[in-house]
């Protein structure tokens, strides 16, 4: 029997990237996705050991719901990957509450809670990893997207919590900061060509290197809490807004 392992957001961009290295490592992929039926299931079809499960993370409570449907009926479930996110503008001057209400569900609460569900409910004899895909903002705000920003900083906070309240040392809980790695928001091809080299090494990141790290943090080899930031060094400068406007200045 494989080791499951289940990805938010798989159907398409980076939850997809993600999907397809754990499938080509071993892994049973559970696609969860919201409204990309069609292409979450042509992946699972693609993939040698997959399934796709629909739920809309604005309900909490469905997700919950979800996990636990899971973990009844997988017996080897090791991994829970956060990874969907909404990526809304908002700024600091004009903060959007409906904005900021959907960051908070979506990108926080629900999968915090969908985490404490798995950490309580998955069956697995080698420890259970949660793995958040936070943003290199953690570390390099800046006004841009500012609801985004706050929903991502109350969830990488839930990461260095969950990781004290455990009591199985086996199980870890990790997050991943990402930096400009796909085209966001409204950008064109060129523009993300020039945006996804302001980064210290001035190269674009290739989405394969989050799942590569993804994989790496699946085997626990790192202490509960830690969090890999895969940005190329974005995170080590100081950018005054969203590297797309920075792009286009």
């Not at 961009?13 to 969860?32: D, K, N, P, T, Y």
């Not at 040698?48 to 809309?56: N, Q």
């Not at 890999?228 to 807004?241: E, I, K, T």
Request: some cysteine.
């Amino acid at each position: 029997m494989k080791p499951a392992v289940l990805i938010t957001g798989a159907a398409r961009r980076i939850g997809a990237v993600l999907a397809q290295s754990f499938a080509a490592s071993g892994w049973h992929v559970v696609i969860h996705y919201g409204g990309s039926r069609d292409a979450a299931q042509a992946l699972a079809d693609a993939l040698p050991s997959a399934e796709a499960v629909h739920c809309d993370l604005a309900d909490g409570d469905a997700a919950v719901a979800m996990v636990e449907s899971l973990a009844m009926r997988l017996p080897d479930w090791r991994v829970l990957v956060n990874s969907a996110a909404v990526f809304r503008f908002d700024d600091a001057s004009h903060l959007a509450p409906a904005i900021l209400a959907e960051a908070m569900a979506v990108n926080a609460q629900t999968p915090t809670r969908m985490a404490q569900t798995f950490l309580r409910s998955a069956r697995t004899s080698g420890g259970r990893r949660v793995i958040n895909l936070t943003d290199q903002k953690l570390a390099n705000p800046n006004p841009d997207f500012f609801s985004y920003t706050m929903a991502k900083h109350a969830f990488a906070a839930a990461i260095r919590m969950l990781a004290m309240a455990q009591d199985d040392p086996a199980d870890r809980i990790y997050g991943i900061a990402p930096g400009a790695m796909m085209a966001s928001w409204d950008q064109q091809p060129e523009e993300h060509e020039l945006s996804g080299r302001m980064n210290l090494l001035h190269r674009l990141t290739d989405p394969s290197e989050l799942a590569d790290a993804a994989l790496f943090l699946s085997q626990g080899w790192l202490a509960s809490g830690e969090t890999l930031f895969v940005d190329s060094g974005q995170h080590l400068l100081a950018q005054p807004r969203d590297v797309l406007y920075l792009a286009r200045a």
